[in-house]
């Protein structure tokens, strides 16, 4: 059985950081390629940010350059370093797979930016 569980979400004020966790059971981790994706309220899901196996990464213009998506392949754990944090960036965000994001949604973590 998949599952995908965020954590390190939080309330920080404009300018700070967060580091974002998704430790996955149930994929062959080392093999996919993983994603950030966040929704904020009232709005779609959107991609943040992207990883491939093989270390590639991509990402949304509006997080580039203060995000960074890095994995650990020995703990099946996915992270999302987030730097200068904005109001803007208040959303729930989860991992999945990438591009598919087609296995079960976790329950997201929620990150709350203050101005």
């Not at 995908?4 to 967060?18: D, F, I």
């Not at 093999?31 to 991609?47: C, D, F, S, T, V």
């Not at 959303?91 to 930016?113: D, E, H, I, L, M």
């Amino acid at each position: 059985q998949v599952q995908l569980v965020e954590s390190g979400g939080g309330l920080v004020q404009a300018g700070g950081s967060l580091r974002l966790s998704c430790a996955t059971s149930g994929i062959i981790f080392r093999i996919m390629a993983m994603a950030w994706y966040r929704q904020a309220p009232g709005k779609q899901r959107e991609l943040v940010a992207s990883l491939t196996r093989g270390g590639s990464t991509n990402y949304a213009d509006s997080v580039n350059g203060r995000f960074t998506i890095s994995r650990d392949n020995a703990k099946n754990t996915v992270y999302l370093q987030m730097n200068s944090l904005k109001p803007e960036d208040t959303a729930v965000y989860n991992c999945n797979t990438f591009p598919s994001g087609n296995r079960p949604w976790g329950q997201g973590t929620q990150v709350t930016v203050s101005s």
